[in-house]
């Protein structure tokens, strides 16, 4: 069936460092994605998302690269804080579905001081 | 400006058991989404409403259902609980049906424990 999934359900990365978090997806219709941020006790938090006619976005600190070839989708964070230590979902959308989107397993990012 | 309210922030009941879940979403928005997050899993669409129809459906059985009423909160009723429904339910607003055009924010999540 169709799947969201992460390669890595960890990433411990060194302060400072740049951190790449790694999303494959298999439903060849999806033509939207998101990439959210969640902290212990909270709600998933927009961080960044892409259009399937785009390749690459980048916002402040983050950039989404987007392979359609290879279904496969990156999240990259420069100059990783500590504040950015959370689990990052990735979540896709068919554009027919309205706010139908689904969100892969997770990875736990952990930045060490 | 508030964000989404979702109440009651934790919640303790019993197999067989009914419960409702409420969420307010920011004010202006008219859509509002339903997702239950297992512990270690990622969320998992329940429903869309917006402008007080539903828009969306996931595949949930028939003992989950919601509402929304005219000031664009929304209601999420569980019936015949189950321990499998232990979960984190979010919910979600946004200003349009689609969130390709909008930003969707989530509320902190109602913690629903079945034992």
């Known amino acids: 069936g169709e799947s969201v999934g992460l390669h890595l359900p960890t990433l411990s990365v060194q302060e400072g460092d740049n951190s790449i978090i790694n999303c494959a997806y298999s439903?060849?219709?999806?033509?939207?994605f998101i990439w959210y941020k969640q902290e212990s006790g909270k709600g998933p938090q927009f961080i960044i998302d892409?259009?399937?006619?785009?390749d690459k976005r980048q916002g402040q600190r983050v950039t989404v690269l987007l392979n359609k070839t290879v279904k496969h989708l990156s999240l990259q964070i420069a100059a990783t804080q500590p504040g950015d230590s959370a689990v990052y979902f990735c979540?896709?959308?068919?554009?027919?579905?309205?706010?139908?989107?689904?969100f892969g397993t997770g990875t736990s990012l952990t930045v060490i001081p | 400006d508030a964000g989404v309210t979702q109440s009651p922030t934790h919640l303790i009941k019993t197999r067989g058991q009914h419960v409702t879940l409420r969420c307010s979403p920011i004010?202006?928005?008219?859509?509002v989404s339903w997702y239950q997050q297992v512990l270690g899993q990622g969320p998992q669409f329940i429903f869309q409403?917006?402008?007080?129809?539903?828009?969306g459906r996931g595949n949930f059985p028939d003992r989950f259902s919601a509402r929304q009423f005219p000031n664009y909160s929304s209601e999420l009723n569980v019936n015949a609980l189950l321990l499998g429904d232990s979960a984190l339910y979010l919910c979600?607003?946004?200003?349009?049906?689609?969130?390709?055009?909008?930003?969707?924010?989530f509320g902190q999540g109602t913690r629903l424990t079945v034992v």
């Open positions: 979600a607003s946004s200003l349009g049906a689609a969130w390709l055009n909008t930003e969707a924010f």
């Open positions: 439903n060849s219709a999806s033509d939207y």
């Open positions: 892409i259009r399937s006619n785009m």
């Open positions: 979540a896709e959308n068919m554009g027919d579905t309205g706010n139908q989107f689904y």
């Open positions: 004010s202006g928005h008219k859509s």
């Open positions: 409403y917006y402008e007080k129809e539903e828009r």
